[in-house]
């Protein structure tokens, strides 16, 4: 049971914790904009704007580089762990959406040539690099707001 009370008084994992839950309602907020819909499924999708995955670990890497050092090791792996995930975003799941979109095209065509599938694919996996940047400046400011100086 120690264990539960030593993660609830975290506060770097807080901290990245409330960065995450940040950026994942800000995508409610900007699909309310946007479509002028209020949509709650927004909050647990991935994809959008802001990379809610780039805000957590940005905001983890940044809070501890402000506790330990920005010359300590932890700082080197989370940051290193950081640009891993945020190229994944930006690259690998960007891409992976846009194959599955590709492929609901081809079987909604072959099932119907006659319908038009761009008004049926919603796939978003990724991220632009522009979510991923904004979700990065989300961590940073959340990070620093709680452990700057």
């Known amino acids: 049971m120690h264990y539960i009370k030593q993660i609830s008084n975290n506060n770097i994992l807080g901290v990245a914790i409330l960065s995450w839950f940040i950026a994942q309602s800000l995508k409610v907020a900007v699909t309310l904009i946007y479509t002028h819909k209020l949509d709650f499924k927004q909050f647990f999708a991935s994809g959008g704007m802001p990379s809610s995955h780039s805000s957590f670990v940005v905001a983890l890497a940044i ?12 700082f080197a792996i989370a940051a290193v762990f950081s640009c891993i995930v945020m190229y994944d975003a930006a690259n690998v799941r960007l891409h992976a959406g846009k194959q599955a979109a590709m492929i609901n095209q081809i079987i909604a065509v072959l099932e119907d040539p ?24 989300l961590g940073v400011l959340v990070a620093l707001i709680f452990f700057g100086s």
Not at 63 to 74: E, R, T
Not at 122 to 127: N, P, R, S, T
């Open 114 to 137: 006659n319908l038009n599938p761009e008004e049926r694919l919603k796939e978003i996996l990724g991220h632009t690099p522009l979510q991923v940047i904004a979700g990065a400046i």
């Open 63 to 74: 809070s501890i580089g402000q506790i330990y050092g920005y010359d300590d090791v932890l």
